[in-house]
Every structure is written in C-alpha cells, then in structure tokens.
C-alpha cells in the first residue's frame, strides 16, 4: 500500500496512474490523482465533519487554501456520495467509528482523485457498519468510476463484493482473479483452512472443523433446516442421509423433537435446549 501511494519506491517495475509513472507527479499532483484512507483515528481538534472533509481540496485551493463556491459544493456533494451529509456540523470528535469512516471516506472524494487506496477499511467497526462502508466502495467504484483499492482481513466480505482480488498466499505468492477463479482453483481455501477452519466454495464462507461425535438425520421445512444444520455441526454431528445415531424433526406446532438411536422422541422449545440435549444434557 505504501508503494502504490508512492511513500515507498517499487522494488521492481512501476506504478502507473492513468498511464503516467507515479514518480513524474509531484505531490500536489499525485493529490489530485491519489487518495489514501488510513485506519489511524487521528485528533480532529474542534473541526467539525464538513470543516474535517474541506481538507481534502487541499491540493485544489492553491497556498493560502482559500473555498470557493465550487470547493464547497465538491465538499457538500462528497458528504452526500457517503451517506453523512446530516453529519456535516456535528464536531468530529463526536463521530462513531462508521461516520469517522464514512467521513474519512468523503474527505478522500473531495479530492476528486482517480485512486482511493483505502487500508483495513473496515477494522474497528461493528457486522452493520463493515457491510455498509463495503457497499458504499463498491457504489463509488461503480457509479463514479473510481479505482478502489483496499486491504482487508475481512475476506468473506471482498469475496462478496470486490471485482478483483489479490490474495497473498502462505508462500508469499501474489494470486489475482475475480473472487470466483481464486475459490474455483482453491486458492482461497488453500491460503486459509486450517485444523479448526475450512473454506466452504458453495456458500464463499468459513465454519469451524469439529472433531466427528456422530450422524443425524433431518426431518424439516427447508427455512429451518440451515439452523439444524449448523447447530448439528457445531455440535459436532454430521447430517446422514440412512441410519444415524439422533434425528431431529419440527413439529406442527414448530418446536423441535430429539430422538436419540431408536429411542422416544424427546420434545426441545429452543435451539439452545436442542444443542444442550444432543450435549447429553436435559432438554427442558
């Protein structure tokens, strides 16, 4: 990330920007190119999240860094593009890490670059908000014609949403492809399973390997069966299709029947006491 944004020189070849070497740009003009997002929460001061955005025509306002009409309607339309506009005079201090993001974000559209790099964009912040400022790069990318680059650790996520991905795998090799050929070669899978995790290539996501206790059968409506399935596996137990060792069933009136071996159904109302039952616990 640091070469790309021209803090550190390639080690070999070169980083082109719209054809044009990195190194031919001074920084003024790399700024107007380039745009970094940084995971640093820096100390805003008293600025407010326009006045903390207005920042990012820097490199368009000249030596005395004075807005002109067109500055503030750049700085009010890259608030909007990110969903913060109705942030704009709160103090920026005040800001949750996602509207920190969403604003950081604004601030590197205000510059009006043809990059965004953007690093771990969405460390730090809760499953709604990493969701949103993933979606919200993606519309930017698509909708505005922008190139974005971001490191994440988040890789069921990029996989989702990202057009490319450059995958280091365990060897330091660089693998690239669309999400679908780096899971279609295994190389998702061959980068990150290990003895308690495995990369599923039908559903692009991870579950947790657990040692085997045994089989069951499944007897429910299709809008349940996912629950059971993964209360079975974290269970440890592996759905059969013929003799099992538990069968597990929904009644009519939707709770949950155990029967374990050949053994009386047992009656459970939650998804809990279900799993405390196959534990060899009591299921009330």
């Known amino acids: ?94 800001l949750s890490d996602g509207e920190w993001q969403r604003v950081l974000i604004a601030r590197a559209l205000a510059q009006e670059p043809r990059v965004v790099l953007l690093d771990e964009p969405t460390a730090f912040l809760d499953a709604p908000s990493r969701v949103a400022v993933t979606v919200l790069l993606r519309d930017l990318a698509r909708g505005r014609g922008l190139t974005v680059v971001a490191s994440t650790h988040d890789v069921e996520l990029a996989l989702r949403l990202a057009d490319v991905v450059w995958l280091t795998d ?35 996501s991870f579950a947790l390997r657990r040692p085997s206790r045994g089989t069951a059968t499944l007897d429910a409506p299709p809008a349940l069966r996912p629950l059971l399935e993964h209360t079975l596996a974290r269970e440890g137990l592996t759905v059969a299709s013929g003799p099992a060792d538990h069968h597990v069933a929904v009644a009519d009136d939707g709770s949950l029947l155990l029967r374990r071996g050949d053994g009386e159904a047992v009656r459970v109302p939650t998804f809990e006491a279900l799993a405390r039952a196959l534990r060899g616990g009591s299921a009330t």
């Open 1 to 94: 990330m640091r070469t790309l944004c021209g803090l550190l020189p390639p080690v070999a070849g070169t980083v082109r920007i719209a054809g044009e070497n990195l190194s031919a740009h001074s920084p003024a003009s790399l700024a107007r190119q380039l745009a970094v997002v940084l995971t640093d929460r820096f100390a805003p001061g008293l600025l407010s999240a326009r006045e903390l955005v207005s920042l990012g025509r820097h490199p368009h306002t000249g030596f005395l860094g004075r807005l002109r009409a067109a500055d503030r309607a750049t700085v009010d339309w890259a608030l909007e593009a990110v969903g913060a506009g109705h942030l704009a005079d709160r103090p920026a201090t005040e």
């Open 170 to 204: 365990r060897e330091g090799r660089l693998r690239t492809g669309a999400p679908e050929d780096l899971i279609r070669t295994g190389a998702v899978a061959a980068a990150f399973d290990t003895e308690h995790l495995a990369f599923d290539p039908d559903t692009a």
